[in-house]
């Protein structure tokens, strides 16, 4: 009896010092599991979850405060991956079933255009350039189609449009699924 | 070193069907007269699009530079024939989105006026460097002319360290119905051997192989006789079996020099640069003749033309005057094909130009390319494992392709797809697998898209949040400078022995002046 408590003594004595020691020596600046939810979003930055960007986001979610089903442009491949990553169960996202598919980018009718600045002061990646009292324009490479910037805007001479597909961004439909028939369908 | 008993390998898979070649074989239909209105896609290679050096209204010359290349993987664009340029816009072009393209589109005058500005031949090329003859190849804008349609001024660029020590040359033309390079080795093997020549300058390789079917046993003949004729010594014509994928890039090395190339890697790093017969001949043009390259060889084939067979065609020619300059449909057009019937796509519509990339127009049939069968589930027979010359895993990556899971599909090595078609053309519940694999890559590919626009995103947002800090922390710091200031400024009136001292002599005056007025109210 004697022996067995002492064994269990030291193991735990043991193990407590070698896990004290791990934490000290292996310990982790930061918080991991925000940087990999982080890394999961779309990062638009375009704070229709309720936070200031993506990276608060992250951190809420990690935190337990929000939501896993708040990212809109991510929408469900997003939501469901970040429900894989934390282990809980998936939720509907809440979207427009119009606006989803095509991704759309800020323009600028240049001639509307006043150079006020608001719509800079609003880009969260800083993807329009210009200057007080000089036209602006985006830079439709850099712009993350947010739409922060069309609220702004006092003359409304921003608009979103459709990016064009092109020969380089085309890509192959997935193969018609009516051509699977099972064989008794076939034979009808 | 020089290998020994080339083709003397074999690769794995691969499948034997009907080569369907007589139909057009060495039938030569002519050079396609040159129509009035030419539209010349931009893009007609792998890489970047060329950049326009033209605007609408400049008069061209025949072999002008019509569009430059921006960056290191990508072709120039020359002018056909001589002409004004109408305008530059978006053309419907051959593809199998059906999508339209930026074109430059050309008026011809007829003249077919050379441009005066053409670079010299260089008919003393061994004693020049390999760059200058790369760069030569750069400007006459040559591309792989098989159909895959690679730059090859970056090909025949291996880098310093790697040791070429086989030329390939790819006559195989493994392909059904395709017979344009078959009619190249037969009327023009000089013109290719001449090619060879400038090549193994260029890379400094120690031998070349020129592998062809033996189904092609005139164009063998017409080789190994220029071989001969010329001064090559390390030049053999290697005979190699027919079937299908035989000329796939990989497959050919393998079978003529027992290499493997590495997975996801290029030829070059075992030592092996593989190009196609005509691109060889568009090589001898250009350096040889100072050309660049403004036409191409095309078959005319099927049971729906009335004339098939081989014909030369300038770029940007209609496909529709192609193949009415060759005789027509007949009754039994179908299918409108680019390309062969294994790895070809149909075209929607035969109002699309004639591209560098454009090696066969097939007509087919209903009987020749019949509508898809309707797919049956996969019943696991393996035999796509079997037909598979990648030596891939195809039933595997068609669970994975199905259900969207690219993960997977990578593991299982999708981007080592060839898109040969053995699979689909072997699977006897009919499953359209290469469409499969199609739709993984493209997609694969936009998803790391997303994912570089996203990282960059993220970084333009921190470097913002950062700056904004950064500006506010400036400002409060200047706002505190200036409060300090303004503190120091109070405090220290009362510090200053100066400012003391001129307060002091001012409270005397003023006592002075009190005091006189003072003295002088009693009065």
Known sequence: ?188 | MITRNPGSWDFHGGIHRPDMKAMSAGRYLGKMPLPQRLVIPLQQHIGSLAEPLVSPGDRVFKGQTLARVTEYIGAPIHAPTSGTIVEISDQPVAHPSGLSAPCIVLEADGEDRWWDELPEPLPWFEEMDAALLRERIRWAGIVGLGGAAFPTSVKVNPGPDRKIQTLVINGAECEPYITCDDYLMRTEADRIVEGIRVLMHVVAADECLIGIEDNKPEAIAAMQKAVADSDLTTTRVVTVPTRYPMGGEKQLIKVLTGKEVPSHGIPAEIGVICLNVATTAAVTDAVMAGRPLLSRLVTVTGEGVNNPGNLEVPYGVMMADVIAFTGGYSDKAYKLILGGPMMGFTLQDDQVPVTKATNCLLVASREEAPDPDHALPCIRCGKCVEACPAQLLPQQLYWYARSKDLDKCQEYHLFDCIECGCCSWVCPSHIPLVQYYRFAKTETWAKEKERQAAEEAKRRHEARVERLERLERERKARLRKKKEALEKKTAGDAADPKKAAIDAAVKRAAERKAQKQSSEEPK
């Not at chain 1, 009718?109 to 006043?114: A, F, Q, S």
């Not at chain 1, 993807?127 to 609220?151: F, N, R, S, Y």
Request: glycine share 10%; net charge negative.
């Open chain 1, 1 to 188: 009896m004697g022996i067995a408590i002492l064994t269990l003594a030291t193991l735990s004595a043991l193990f407590g010092v070698l896990l004290g020691y791990a934490s000290i020596r292996f310990k982790v600046e930061g918080d991991p599991i925000a940087d990999q939810i982080d890394a999961l979003l779309p990062q638009t930055q375009c704070g229709q979850c309720g936070y200031a960007g993506c990276r608060p986001y992250a951190e809420a979610i990690a935190s337990g405060e929000a939501e896993i089903n708040l990212c809109v442009p991510g929408g469900e491949p997003t939501m469901l991956a970040i429900a894989d990553l934390l282990g809980k169960e998936p939720k509907p996202v809440e979207v427009d079933e119009g606006s989803q598919g095509v991704k759309k980018v800020a323009f600028i009718h240049e001639e509307e255009c006043i150079g006020c600045t608001l719509c800079l002061q609003a880009c969260p990646v800083d993807a329009i350039v210009g200057a007080a009292k000089q036209m602006h324009t985006v830079i439709v490479d850099q712009c993350t189609g947010c739409e922060l910037c069309v609220a702004p805007c006092p003359v409304e001479c921003i608009e979103m449009v459709p990016v064009k597909t092109t020969l380089g961004t085309w890509k192959w439909p997935y193969p018609d699924e009516h051509l699977l028939q099972k064989p008794e369908e076939q034979a009808s």
